[in-house]
């Protein structure tokens, strides 16, 4: 991981000093039970955005998907001179559904790729 955060950074390989100390410990709130049904929330009146895990699921992969399908709306809305602001506002209203998904810890395999395909559309196409 240090040497993928030292790339990301632009700094030499090795620059990183290694961690002594680690700790795992399991998020109590880890385990959504519900969602929106959005991977991303915007509001782009209030500039605010909201992007996690417990909007697609449980995983590390759910947290990805959000997180990049939130920068792709943001970017999409400035690269727009954020013109029609109502066209971007995403999950401002939508009522929270019980979510289905697999406990932490699974891993959704093959089914990731629907989530990606959901996430893309609604990003708007460049």
Same mark, same amino acid.
């Given at each position: 991981?240090? $040497?993928?955060?030292? +790339? +990301?950074?632009?700094?030499?390989?090795?620059?990183?000093?290694?961690?002594?100390?680690?700790?795992? &410990?399991?998020? /109590?709130?880890?385990?959504?039970?519900?969602?929106?049904?959005?991977?991303?929330?915007?509001?782009?009146?209030?500039?605010?955005?909201?992007?996690?895990?417990?909007?697609? $699921?449980?995983? %590390?992969?759910?947290?990805? =998907?959000? $997180?990049?399908?939130?920068? !792709?709306?943001?970017?999409?809305?400035?690269?727009? /001179?954020?013109?029609? *602001?109502?066209?971007? +506002? =995403?999950?401002? !209203?939508?009522?929270?559904?019980?979510?289905? $998904?697999?406990?932490?810890? &699974?891993? *959704?395999?093959?089914?990731?790729?629907?989530? =990606?395909?959901?996430? &893309? +559309?609604?990003? %708007?196409?460049?």
């Amino acid at each position: 991981m240090l $040497g993928g955060v030292e +790339a +990301a950074l632009g700094l030499p390989k090795g620059s990183l000093t290694k961690p002594f100390y680690t700790r795992v &410990q399991l998020w /109590g709130a880890a385990l959504p039970t519900n969602t929106p049904g959005t991977p991303c929330i915007f509001d782009p009146h209030g500039r605010a955005g909201i992007c996690g895990d417990w909007l697609l $699921g449980s995983s %590390l992969e759910s947290a990805a =998907i959000s $997180g990049m399908t939130l920068a !792709n709306h943001i970017a999409d809305y400035f690269q727009s /001179g954020g013109a029609r *602001p109502e066209e971007f +506002a =995403i999950g401002l !209203n939508n009522e929270f559904q019980p979510l289905e $998904g697999h406990d932490i810890g &699974q891993f *959704p395999g093959l089914e990731s790729e629907n989530e =990606i395909n959901e996430a &893309q +559309a609604y990003q %708007l196409a460049s």
